[in-house]
Each structure stands twice: as C-alpha cells, then as structure tokens.
T-cell receptor
Framework: DAGVIQSPRHEVTEMGQEVTLRCKPI?????LFWYRQTMMRGLELLIY????????DSGMPEDRFSAKMPNASFSTLKIQPSEPRDSAVYFC?????????????FGNGTRLTVT | GDSVTQMEGPVTLSEEAFLTINCTYT??????LFWYVQYPGEGLQLLLK?????DKGSNKGFEATYRKETTSFHLEKGSVQVSDSAVYFC????????????FGKGMKLTVNP
C-alpha cells in the first residue's frame, strides 16, 4: 500500500499566481480531507469529501480556495490568486468511513511558499 | 463546541526520561479520543486511540487512558527514546460521531541521547 500520495512536496510561487495541489488517496478509502498546518493556527480542516462529494467546506478560508474530487482516486486543492498568507503545509488525508472511528491516513504534505 | 486543549511545549528530554503530555477535552457526549504523531517531514499518523470511558489505548510503549471524570486523555511513556522526537497531537471527532477531527495545537518533543 503506497499510502496517501501528495504532489508536489514543495511549491514556491509568487503572489497572484495560481497554485494546484494534488492528492491520491489510499485505494478503497471513501473519505478525503484537506488540512492546512501553520505555526500560528495549527491544523485546520479546510474541506472533506465522502464518496467524491464535498460534505463540509466551512473551513475553506475564502473564495480564492477551491477543491475538487473528480473520482475516487484523485483530488485537487486550488488557490487562485495566491497570497503570502497562504504559505503553509497542506495535508491530504483519507479514511475508510464505513469503519467507525477509522483513523485518518495522512500524506507527507505539500509545503507552499508564496512570495 | 467540541475541542481539545493540550500542552504545547516545546519539550526537551533526555533518553529514558518519563514523558507526560496533558490533553483535556470538551465535548457533547463521550466521543472517541485519539493521539496522532508527526515525525519530521511527514504527515500525521495515528499513535493510539480509546473509544469509551476507562479505555486505555497503547502503542509503541505509549499509553493514554480515557478519563471521563476529569475529561482527560493524557499521553505517557515510561522511557523515551531519541526516535520518539516528534510532534504529538491530541484529537477528537466533532459532534461525537463526525468524521471531522479537531486537533490540539501539537506538542513538539525532542529527546536527546
């Protein structure tokens, strides 16, 4: 099992540019989560999907952020336009929600730096 | 709303020292409780969990007991190793059975040889 795969590992971009982060969940998992981690705010849940459908996007900071899950094996988080305050580590996680209290499996994250 | 409060550190210990990381929670009902660990450069991974009051979760020498009376889930290890250097997060699901996990701020532990 390859685990949750995120790409890229690092992204450096200039303010105003579009950024797309990618995630491949563990095969067979039907829930997918996007988290953001910063020193100031810790881990924040941005959005999560169940069976490819967005269930709760209340954590998405503003309209510049959008997420999609076109199929069970792929999700993207897009920031357009990016701003320096978006600099953070973005994690994708998946779980098998049929098993109550099933653990989240995290990818290794994408470290985003917006200059 | 449901939340967890944990020690934030950072904490530095010598190898073989005793470790306690405090975690208290506020929740409706009696949710499952979790400890996750994040090693340098990696994502979080589940360390242990407890699903009901008085349950003890354990893994890799770490233990935590679900205490309903004190609303706590403190993490302990009797003898830490250099390889335990990581950030530790306490977590619980929002609204009891929700898949949404809310995490504490995390506590960075450094263990020196």
């Amino acid at each position: 099992d390859a685990g949750v795969i995120q790409s890229p590992r690092h992204e450096v971009t200039e303010m105003g540019q579009e950024v797309t982060l990618r995630c491949k969940p563990i095969s067979g998992h039907n829930s997918l989560f996007w988290y953001r981690q910063t020193m100031m705010r810790g881990l924040e849940l941005l959005i999560y999907f169940n069976n490819n459908v967005p269930i709760d996007d209340s954590g998405m900071p503003e309209d510049r952020f959008s997420a999609k899950m076109p199929n069970a094996s792929f999700s993207t988080l897009k920031i357009q336009p990016s701003e320096p305050r978006d600099s953070a580590v973005y994690f994708c996680a998946s779980s098998l929600n049929r098993a109550r209290n099933s653990p989240l499996h995290f990818g290794n994250g994408t470290r985003l730096t917006v200059t | 709303g449901d939340s967890v409060t944990q020690m934030e550190g950072p904490v530095t210990l010598s190898e073989e020292a005793f470790l306690t990381i405090n975690c208290t929670y506020t929740a409706t009902g009696y949710p499952s409780l979790f400890w996750y660990v994040q090693y340098p450069g990696e994502g979080l991974q589940l360390l242990l969990k407890a699903t009901k009051a008085d349950d003890k979760g354990s893994n890799k020498g770490f233990e935590a007991t679900y205490r309903k009376e004190t609303t706590s889930f403190h993490l302990e290890k009797g003898s830490v190793q250099v390889s335990d250097s990581a950030v530790y997060f306490c977590a619980l699901p929002l609204q009891g059975g929700s898949e949404k996990l809310v995490f504490g701020k995390g506590m960075k532990l450094t263990v020196n040889p």
